[in-house]
């Protein structure tokens, strides 16, 4: 049975922010290798003029993650909750938190997401007007993320949770053996090595969804054998917990709130895209160059989000709640350093990086060099935002993120889009400003928020446990 990390709520402070920061950071860096590989494996292997395959793989991702990212407001509020906990060295009320977490979850992904995405896949890829270059690649492989993506999420889920409750190495670990097998699986299935066929985009979707299988397998098999702070449930496959189920459903929904609202804005934002000229060329730049390239900075800023919540709730529970806020900002620090490195890259070798992809000819090119620009810029604001919003989340203010996200990425964004569609004026590079421009306006609304001490106080009633 693993003892309660006592460091994290005490001692130098620069190392509390690390030891919990480092691994997330490192974790989600690495949970983004397998896309950027998937996409320059499809460029090179199944590509064409106008990188519709790529296009096709984060059409329907970023569609996948609208329909199902509210999922996540339960593990969020789960976090919150075993942190606090984690905090007041409570281990029987965080391992039943996270067993009823697990068990809704199990059930929702199963019994509702799997079979009622497979029949609204068409008209979801329908909404968002993509051509039909990309709806044929897309659709089989939303409906295999909708049929097969319950591991990928209880692997989200079980990750929150050993970080929560300040073990954040397994989950390195564990996300390491993810991706080796994801890259392989892919590898084999995209290219077809050997016996087994080449199937393209289908192949990338089999490596999502197989991969974290095994990786979910284990950590909980590290549950069951006692090894975490986390310990099995007293009686084996209970229902879960309706009171706790209520406590966490409270505290996240804010935050599942605040992840529909960013990811429907992604969609919508591909609509845009979609009424430009050459628009499969468009989507297949924004795909290479926001959701891939630009995980080298998201990636590792949420894994700070992570840290910073984690950090926050620990501290608060622990009764230290500026220290928790000291901390927020030391992390906030260290994503502001790593994406200006990045950005760096991004002004200076934007044809290189695009290169990789395969994506060599215009006008993909000329998309993709204009919004790595812009990139360059957004990749601060979006590191610094992230760290202060897991600050807030972690200490349970999950409204004020909720309401920036709104005002930012639907009001802001959305509108500078509509107008200059309205006045025929639109074009890729208004939209990758408009982009930047919610960016900067979302991570000074954010401050503004943080800079008070309301929020450190923010009462989080659990209900009776048992």
């Known amino acids: 049975m693993k003892p309660f990390d006592k460091e994290i709520v005490s001692g ?66 789960m976090n919150v909750l075993i942190a606090r906990y984690a905090g007041q060295q409570d281990r029987e009320a965080l391992s039943a938190v996270f067993h009823s977490a697990f068990m809704a979850s199990l059930l929702i992904l199963v019994g509702v997401v799997a079979p009622a995405g497979y029949l609204v896949a068409p008209s979801l890829l329908r909404a968002v007007n993509v051509s039909d270059a990309v709806y044929v690649h897309a659709l089989p492989y939303l409906r295999l993320l909708f049929l097969c993506g ?24 564990l996300g390491i053996l993810t991706t080796i097998l994801n890259v392989l699986i892919s590898s084999v299935l995209i290219i077809g090595i050997g016996p087994f066929p080449s199937l393209g985009v289908m192949g990338a979707a089999l490596g999502t969804v197989l991969a974290p299988t095994v990786s979910c397998g284990i950590g909980l098999y590290l549950v069951f054998r006692r090894r975490m702070i986390i310990q099995p449930p007293s009686r084996l496959w209970r229902m879960p917990d309706q009171r ?26 591909l609509r845009y895209i979609s009424a430009l000229e050459h628009s499969a060329a468009a989507q297949a730049a924004y795909t290479i160059c926001y959701a891939q390239l630009f995980s ?67 006008p993909v090119v000329g998309f993709g060099v204009s919004l790595l620009r812009y990139l360059s810029l957004s990749g601060v604001a979006v590191a610094v935002n992230l760290a202060l919003t897991g600050g807030l989340q972690g200490a349970g203010a999950t409204r004020p993120p909720m309401f920036i996200a709104f005002a930012t990425q639907i009001v802001i ?36 928020v943080f800079r008070t001490d309301g929020w450190t106080r923010t009462v989080v009633e659990v209900e009776a446990v048992g």
């Open 12 to 77: 130098s402070l620069l190392r509390s922010v690390w030891k919990l920061a480092w691994p997330l950071a490192l974790l989600n860096l690495i949970n983004g290798i397998h896309g950027i590989v998937d996409h320059v494996l499809i460029g090179h292997f199944h590509g064409s003029a106008d990188n519709a395959a790529n296009a096709a793989i984060g059409v329907a991702w970023q569609v996948f993650l609208v329909v199902v990212v509210f999922i996540a407001s339960i593990f969020h509020g």
């Open 244 to 269: 706790l189920l209520r406590t966490m459903t409270r505290i996240g929904v804010p935050t599942g709130i605040q992840g529909v609202l960013l990811n429907v804005a992604g969609v919508l934002l």
């Open 296 to 362: 080298l900075v998201t990636w590792t800023s949420f894994g700070l989000r992570a840290a910073a919540g984690t950090l926050m709730g620990q501290n608060i529970g622990a009764g230290v709640p500026d220290r928790g806020k000291r901390g927020v900002l030391l992390a906030a620090g260290l994503g502001a350093v790593w994406a200006a490195t990045v950005g760096l890259v991004f002004w200076n070798l934007p044809e290189v990086l695009l290169g990789f992809f395969n994506a060599v000819d215009e």
């Open 150 to 173: 319950a591991p990928l999420f209880l692997m989200f889920m079980l990750t929150g949770a050993f970080h929560a409750s300040g073990q954040p190495k397994t989950p390195l670990k």
């Open 413 to 448: 964004l959305l509108s500078i889009s509509q107008v200059f569609l309205s006045l025929g004026m639109l074009t890729a590079d208004k939209l990758w400003a408009a982009l930047f421009i919610s960016h900067a306006i979302r991570l000074m609304l954010t401050w503004m």
